[in-house]
């Protein structure tokens, strides 16, 4: 396989990408659009979903939201809702424009806070020919009551002051991503320090943080909404102990489209990028793109 850094613009601002191609195919392959979840960049382990995908004969175009990563927008560490979903769309047109992959088969693959962006931007999109949704964020207000409630009162204190800050064009308050129970941060289970720092490689510049801002909107975004809607074939694998984006609303939305195909594992949030976890995912989903999307011989 071979991998490029590409870009495509969105919002006016450079995203950065990696653009996999398989190295023998006869025909032009199938495309999956990747990106990250909560604050997270591309090398946290979203190559290593890529190196697989890829190794089947699929391409595939990983990117950074802008305001993250390797891609551009000011200020950094900006989350907005609006803008990643609209990096999604911006993100699908780039592949369509490819000429070394097979445009009418787009897929979008997207994990945590991504996994919820990828069901709206299928259902806005309406011609994607398949979507993954891993660990996915399907409800705000549950994600919200499964904070310590200090903690979710704290956050939307800072969020407020953040708020103030744009107002008056100053720089923004943050708050941090990954927190020790009872600390300040978007998400404080037990196994989030151990299971979410650990996912970015050695050496790689990476703040632990985002405008606090985005603590307002996350219990108004209910992207479940989104999956009962989806035309196209649709794969949710979710984690039965996941302490970050509760299954219970995922399983409901899941069942109530026919499109769906549902997978639960016993595994937290963060398992499912390792070990044993990584292997069980990635085979499901692999056995899924090649029962809707396969690889022409």
Same mark, same amino acid.
């Given at each position: 396989?071979?991998?490029?850094?590409?870009? /495509?613009?969105?919002?006016?601002?450079?995203?950065?990408?990696?653009?996999?191609?398989?190295?023998?195919?006869?025909?032009?392959?199938?495309?999956?659009?990747?990106?990250?979840?909560?604050? @997270?960049?591309?090398?946290?382990?979203?190559?290593?979903? @890529?190196?697989? /995908?890829?190794?089947?004969?699929?391409?595939?175009?990983?990117?950074?939201?802008?305001?993250?990563?390797?891609?551009?927008?000011?200020?950094?560490? #900006?989350?907005?809702?609006?803008?990643?979903?609209?990096?999604?769309?911006?993100?699908?047109?780039?592949?369509?424009?490819?000429?070394?992959?097979?445009?009418?088969?787009?897929?979008?693959?997207?994990?945590?806070?991504?996994?919820?962006?990828?069901?709206?931007?299928?259902?806005?999109?309406?011609?994607? @020919?398949?979507?993954?949704?891993?660990?996915?964020?399907?409800?705000?207000?549950?994600?919200?009551?499964?904070?310590?409630?200090?903690?979710?009162?704290?956050?939307?204190?800072?969020?407020?002051?953040?708020?103030?800050?744009?107002?008056?064009?100053?720089?923004?308050?943050?708050?941090?991503? @990954?927190?020790?129970?009872?600390?300040?941060?978007?998400?404080?289970?037990?196994?989030?320090?151990?299971?979410?720092?650990?996912?970015?490689?050695?050496?790689?510049?990476?703040?632990?943080?985002?405008?606090?801002?985005?603590?307002?909107?996350?219990? #108004?975004?209910?992207?479940?909404?989104?999956?009962?809607?989806?035309?196209?074939?649709?794969?949710?694998?979710?984690?039965?102990?996941?302490?970050?984006?509760?299954?219970?609303?995922?399983?409901?939305?899941?069942?109530?489209?026919?499109?769906?195909?549902?997978?639960?594992?016993?595994?937290?949030?963060?398992?499912?990028?390792?070990?044993?976890?990584?292997?069980?995912?990635?085979?499901?989903?692999?056995?899924?793109?090649?029962?809707?999307?396969?690889?022409?011989?």
């Amino acid at each position: 396989m071979s991998r490029t850094d590409v870009w /495509f613009v969105s919002g006016g601002a450079r995203c950065a990408a990696w653009l996999y191609v398989p190295d023998e195919s006869s025909q032009p392959p199938p495309i999956i659009v990747m990106a990250h979840g909560l604050g @997270a960049v591309r090398q946290m382990r979203l190559d290593a979903f @890529a190196d697989r /995908f890829t190794a089947e004969g699929y391409a595939c175009l990983v990117f950074d939201y802008r305001h993250f990563g390797d891609s551009a927008g000011r200020p950094r560490q #900006l989350l907005s809702i609006r803008r990643q979903l609209d990096d999604w769309a911006a993100a699908i047109a780039f592949a369509r424009s490819l000429d070394n992959v097979d445009r009418s088969r787009v897929v979008l693959w997207g994990t945590s806070f991504g996994g919820g962006h990828v069901m709206v931007a299928g259902h806005r999109d309406g011609a994607v @020919a398949a979507v993954i949704a891993q660990c996915p964020f399907t409800s705000g207000v549950a994600s919200t009551l499964a904070m310590e409630p200090l903690a979710s009162v704290r956050v939307t204190g800072r969020a407020l002051a953040d708020v103030a800050s744009m107002v008056i064009r100053r720089e923004p308050v943050t708050v941090a991503l @990954a927190g020790e129970p009872g600390s300040v941060a978007l998400m404080t289970a037990s196994d989030v320090v151990p299971g979410y720092l650990p996912l970015v490689p050695d050496g790689l510049p990476f703040t632990n943080a985002v405008a606090a801002r985005v603590g307002l909107t996350i219990p #108004l975004h209910t992207p479940g909404r989104s999956l009962r809607k989806l035309t196209c074939p649709t794969l949710v694998c979710a984690c039965d102990r996941d302490t970050v984006a509760p299954v219970k609303p995922t399983v409901k939305y899941a069942s109530q489209n026919p499109n769906v195909r549902l997978r639960r594992y016993d595994e937290g949030h963060f398992d499912i990028y390792v070990g044993n976890g990584f292997e069980k995912v990635t085979t499901d989903q692999i056995a899924f793109l090649r029962d809707v999307v396969p690889i022409s011989r």
